[in-house]
């Protein structure tokens, strides 16, 4: 079983940056792609982010590319999501998820464990 916990919400204004983190504990996870997600009220959770086991695949949703950088540290169990440039379209609660394997995929039920999920709120 693998713990996820997210950190680094909050509310900022546009033009602004956060850096969201999520730690992994009761397994190693460096083994496995992981993503990040984001739901917006009323819409359904998509993918912003993945990276692969390696940290040499990544993926960017359109809407954030140039924008955001995913990144991961194994030996911390850690994965981060860079964000920049915030917009209040941004606006979600946001995402970590373990990948049932090693490869990048961008479908979420490709990922076996998530997080409890982290605000990020962007004013304009």
């Known amino acids: 079983q693998v713990q996820l916990v997210e950190s680094g919400g909050g509310l900022v204004q546009a033009g602004g940056s956060l850096r969201l983190s999520c730690a992994a504990s009761g397994r190693t996870v460096s083994s496995y792609a992981m993503g990040w997600f984001r739901q917006a009220p009323g819409k359904e959770r998509v993918v912003v982010a993945a990276v692969g086991w390696s940290a040499l695949t990544t993926y960017y949703t359109d809407s954030v590319k140039g924008r955001f950088t995913i990144s991961r540290d194994n030996a911390k169990n850690t994965v981060y999501l860079q964000m920049n440039s915030l917009k209040p379209e941004d606006t979600a609660v946001y995402y970590c998820?373990?990948?049932?394997?090693?490869?990048?995929?961008?479908?979420?039920?490709?990922?076996?464990?998530w997080g409890q999920g982290t605000q990020v709120t962007v004013s304009s």
């Open positions: 998820a373990v990948g049932r394997g090693r490869f990048l995929t961008v479908v979420g039920d490709e990922y076996e464990y």
